[in-house]
């Protein structure tokens, strides 16, 4: 295991260390635990999503708002033609904006 000595000093009222850039932790935070005379810094343990799930409170049925059932939007079956035209994707992909010549003269 590579080690290095390091300088300590004092910022406020707590001991700090300057920690070389080859030591450098991810992130923001770390944790610190002491082991006797040794302490060791680490980075914190990333925690599962399924860690996180578990520790979640169960909804009851009463925690959700009642939720309108709205009927559903009408659907133009000339415009959906319209719009998935392959003469209009490709004028539009590849042309100003506008019909094609081909599809004015359909319409």
Do not use: Q, S, W
């Given at each position: 295991m590579p080690s290095r000595?390091?300088?300590?000093?004092?910022n406020g009222r707590n001991q700090a260390v300057r920690i070389p850039r080859e030591f450098e932790l991810p992130g923001q935070e770390a944790v610190l635990?002491?082991?006797?005379?040794?302490?060791i810094l680490e980075p914190p343990k990333r925690r599962g999503f399924l860690a996180a799930l578990a520790e979640m409170t169960p909804l009851e049925?009463?925690?959700?708002?009642?939720?309108e059932d709205l009927p559903a939007e009408p659907f133009d079956l000339e415009m959906a033609g319209y719009l998935l035209d392959s003469n209009i994707v490709a004028?539009?992909?590849?042309?100003?904006v506008g019909l094609s010549p081909a599809h004015r003269e359909s319409r």
């Open positions: 000595r390091v300088k300590l000093f004092r635990t002491k082991d006797g005379d040794r302490l049925e009463g925690d959700f708002p009642p939720i004028a539009l992909m590849h042309a100003p």
